[in-house]
């Protein structure tokens, strides 16, 4: 039996509307600004609040797994911040519930494994299609293949942004992945072959997502650490020396260029 059957037009058990309705019983729905910054990594928020005035739109994002608090910066009331999740599962239940709620443009801020040799640690990547190899997505279409991000502007224009802020900037396919241990040196070689540098585990299931619900997605993934191309290779190790700066620099970066659209 197929994952999807396009035949299939029963209710959910369990949907996002009614998860929420739960939460705010005989009280008005509450509704989110058009557009949202979703970190997939865990310190986009508290980066936020140490260097922007910040204040609580929900303090706990209704749903089945997903419980970030929803952030927004005074002054500032088209874009709200929170932590998406980690992995397919917990990204999808987070933009299914962000759709109800009124937000219509996504952006995701995450990391990346690059196994590409043209890549390294601080790099960030703009993919343009996201090769589909998380379960998610297969209960949502029959064939995802690559998911492509549908930013709000011209890839371009927002490559240019981060190029300006210093970084290499790579408009390189990459691939999602729910099987961290499963990434074998074969499927890697694989991954290359079809056009792939790096591998994350939330992007191509927010962005199939955000494309059936209507919603714009763009995706910025900065390489987190280097994989080793073939046994014998230096061991793969996260991260690096000031690494830590490096993601700081990131997520303010990411902060500062949807500041600048909202």
């Known amino acids: ?8 037009h029963s209710r959910p058990v369990i949907n996002p509307l009614e998860q929420i309705a739960g939460k705010y019983p005989g009280m008005q729905m509450p509704v989110l600004p058009a557009k949202a910054v979703v970190f997939c990594l865990g310190k986009g928020l508290p980066v936020l609040r140490e260097h922007y005035p910040c ?24 874009v709200c911040f929170l932590h998406g999740g980690y992995a397919s599962p917990q990204a999808a239940c987070t933009i299914e519930t962000l759709h109800v709620l009124g937000v219509r443009e996504v952006f995701l801020a995450g990391l990346c494994g690059g196994f590409d040799r043209c890549l390294s640690v601080g790099d960030v990547l703009l993919p343009e299609r996201i090769l589909c190899e998380e379960g998610t997505s297969f209960h949502y279409m029959e064939s995802p293949g690559f998911a492509e991000p549908r930013p709000p502007i011209p890839f371009d224009e927002i490559s240019s942004c981060f190029e300006a802020k210093g970084y290499r900037v790579f408009r390189k396919a990459t691939v ?11 499927k890697e070689s694989v991954w290359r072959e079809k056009g792939c540098a790096a591998v994350d585990m939330e992007a191509s299931a927010i962005v199939n997502l955000c494309s059936l619900r209507g919603m714009s997605s763009t995706v910025a993934l900065m390489v987190s650490d280097r994989h080793p191309l073939r046994e014998g290779d230096p061991a793969w190790q996260w991260g690096g020396t000031g690494f830590t700066d490096l993601c700081t620099r990131f997520i303010l970066d990411c902060i500062a260029f949807n500041i600048s659209l909202a």
């Not at 797994?65 to 910066?73: A, P, Y």
């Not at 999602?176 to 074969?186: I, M, S, W």
Request: glycine residues 6%; without cysteine; negative net charge.
């Open 1 to 8: 039996m197929p994952w999807f059957d396009p035949e299939d």
């Open 55 to 78: 204040h609580i739109i929900m303090e706990k994002l209704p749903g089945f797994i997903t419980h970030s608090e929803v952030l927004g910066i005074e002054d500032i009331p088209g």
């Open 176 to 186: 999602t992945t729910d099987a961290v241990y499963r990434q074998t040196y074969h």
